[in-house]
């Protein structure tokens, strides 16, 4: 069972917002910065968001995140069929000594 | 532009030890601001960190795995490894080799392709 916890799936169809939620505790998401990673399939995870939301260059404006308090949470607007992915949350935890990982959300677009 | 590659055997029996290389390309693992990366990902999807090390040899470990693994890193080579002692069924998995950029949260910039790890009798 993961630390941090994300629905597991999500939808929308092309143009449409969506968003995905992960909620942590206080010895990860609440004292450390999160990142989120995007994994098409059968590639490896890609990193979309930094430092809670910051965009590495190449990452388009229509993907954005916040945080807030013990959960952080991931939007991507504007939808397209190339978003259908795994999206995963991550955070440093202070009482684990652990870099720990969301469960994954699968995002589909209908 | 840095990218990264895994090797390693594919197939293990039990209770072998299962050895990774990860090679780097297009930037020197000297960098400093970087940590050199393994995680692991289970056929159901879930992310397993494992640990990492900076390029003067300091590691961190998950505790879960603390007692079963090594990483080591080889600069003159730009390369980095991953053994794992003892392995089981458990420890079947897709493996990345990665980049952990400081500098970002401890954001993982950088991912290999990965290489799957079957462990079977």
């Not at chain 1, 990142?35 to 910051?54: C, D, E, H, M, R």
């Not at chain 1, 388009?60 to 607007?77: C, Q, Y």
């Not at chain 2, 990483?71 to 003159?76: A, K, P």
Request: overall charge neutral.
């Amino acid at each position: 069972q993961s630390v941090l916890t994300q629905p597991p799936s999500a939808s929308g169809t092309p143009g449409q917002r969506v968003t995905i939620s992960c909620s942590g505790s206080s010895s990860n998401i609440g004292s450390n910065p999160v990142a989120w990673y995007q994994q098409l399939p059968g590639t490896a995870p890609q990193v979309l968001i930094s430092k809670n939301y910051q965009r590495p260059s190449g990452v388009p404006d229509r993907i954005s995140a916040s945080k807030s308090g013990t959960s952080a949470s991931l939007a991507i607007s504007g939808l397209q069929s190339d978003d259908e992915a795994d999206y995963f949350c991550s955070a440093w935890d202070d009482s684990l000594n652990v870099y720990v990982f969301g469960s994954g959300t699968k995002v589909t677009v209908l | 532009q840095v990218q990264l590659q895994e090797s390693g055997p594919g197939l293990l029996k039990p209770s072998q030890t299962l050895s990774l290389t990860c090679t780097v390309s297009g930037g020197s693992i000297n960098s400093g601001g970087f940590y050199w990366s393994w995680i692991r990902q289970y056929p159901g999807k879930g992310l397993e960190w494992i640990g990492y090390i900076s390029y003067s040899g300091s590691t961190y470990y998950s505790p879960s795995l603390k007692s079963r693994v090594i990483i080591s890193v080889n600069t003159s080579e730009n390369k980095f490894s991953l053994n794992v002692t003892s392995v089981t069924a458990a420890d079947t998995a897709v493996y990345y080799c990665a980049r952990t950029d400081m500098g970002l949260g401890e954001a993982i910039d950088i991912w290999g392709q990965g290489t799957m790890i079957t462990v079977s009798s």
